[in-house]
């Protein structure tokens, strides 16, 4: 069984830029959808962004429009998420996921998880 992991979080002020990185290990997850969800103290996890296994499509999530990009190099089994104009709000531990499906991605439905890396942004 494959394992998936972070890379990239920290602490930025707002209005900057991070990149999130998620490795693929044991196994390549090359022909699965692969998506980042979020999760704020509080609040429950939700979606950001998928991307299918081939890259031909990508899906964000209405905060996540015009600001993050999320992209993947299928040599290095690694799925990467750009984040600009970071705002306070964005702040959260910042999850990938992998599923062959893109929709099951995007529902977050029996997924397979990275741990998380925190993301925090200051005002």
């Known amino acids: 069984q494959g394992q998936l992991v972070e890379f990239g979080g920290g602490l930025v002020q707002a209005g900057g830029s991070l990149t999130l990185s998620c490795a693929a290990s044991g196994r390549t997850f090359s022909n699965y959808a692969r998506g980042w969800f979020r999760q704020a103290p509080g609040k429950e996890r939700e979606f950001v962004a998928a991307?299918?296994?081939?890259?031909?499509?990508?899906y964000y999530t209405d905060f996540a429009k015009g600001r993050f990009t999320i992209s993947r190099d299928t040599a290095k089994n690694t799925v990467y998420l750009q984040m600009n104009s970071l705002r306070p709000e964005d702040t959260a531990v910042y999850y990938c996921a992998a599923h062959r499906s893109v929709p099951r991605i995007v529902q977050g439905d029996d997924l397979t998880w990275g741990q998380g890396t925190q993301v925090t942004v200051s005002s």
């Open positions: 991307i299918s296994w081939n890259a031909d499509h990508t």
